[in-house]
């Protein structure tokens, strides 16, 4: 199974809020999680990325949490700002001969209000 | 940016035309991706290259052929475009020495 599900689908929190995005996978071979940040009319940006090896790695004000018996990981937002609001992705990646092969979730589309 | 580049940034056509999108790059990463981008489907992956003339299929590849004839170009070519293929197609790179991918700017077809 190569699917990553990812939820919620939209998101809207005050300025200050920790918003907190989810995602899971199925596949074991999986070994690289990254997020991306993504505004309107721009190409995703890579904001932070975990190993299975690890429970959390911090950012700034970005943080994930992952879990690796129960195959899910999520994105936590401190002290969120008008700024942030973007879509946000959550991807797996595998090693495949080489070349990275990455399945993406859906997207969680975040609004900061001020 | 990764020093990638897209060409066109938005381009408009009729179904059944071809339609060709090119990928630039600056650093010479030997790994490039092709990806569109549809509400509710996130990121699916098109072709890959991993060298020159060294090109692959992704998950979403029936309609789509690409080139790579130099280490820096990366061309998508849509060979009768249908209205389906309407969507915004990304480029990417892969970082030399992680795991990462860069993404260039998009473009947006629109497919009459």
């Known amino acids: 199974q190569q699917q990553v599900k990812q939820s919620p689908q939209s998101l809207i929190v005050q300025k200050g809020g920790i918003p907190i995005i989810n995602c899971a996978y199925e596949n074991t071979a999986f070994d690289y999680f990254p997020w991306y940040q993504q505004f309107p009319g721009k190409g995703p940006a890579l904001l932070i990325a975990i190993r299975p090896d690890v429970s959390e790695k911090k950012e700034g004000r970005f943080t994930i949490s992952f879990n690796k018996s129960a195959k899910q990981f999520s994105l936590h937002i401190m002290d969120s700002q008008p700024g942030d609001s973007a879509t946000y992705f959550c991807?797996?990646?595998?090693?495949?001969?080489?070349?990275?092969?990455?399945?993406f979730g859906t997207g969680t589309k975040l609004q900061v209000i001020p | 940016d990764a020093g990638i580049t897209q060409s066109p940034r938005h381009k408009v056509t009729e179904t059944g035309t071809p339609v060709t999108l090119r990928c630039h790059q600056t650093e010479n990463h030997r790994y490039m991706y092709w990806y569109r981008q549809d509400p509710g489907h996130g990121l699916r992956l098109i072709h890959y290259s991993y060298g020159v003339k060294d090109t692959d299929k992704g998950e979403v590849s029936d309609g789509y052929s690409v080139s790579r004839s130099k280490t820096e170009d990366f061309l998508l070519t849509l060979e009768s475009a249908t209205s389906s293929q309407t969507s915004v197609y990304f480029c990417?790179?892969?970082?030399?020495?992680?795991?990462?991918?860069?993404f260039g700017p998009g473009t947006r077809l629109t497919v009459t």
């Open positions: 991807a797996a990646s595998r090693d495949s001969g080489g070349y990275q092969k990455v399945t």
């Open positions: 990417a790179i892969q970082g030399t020495t992680t795991y990462e991918q860069y």
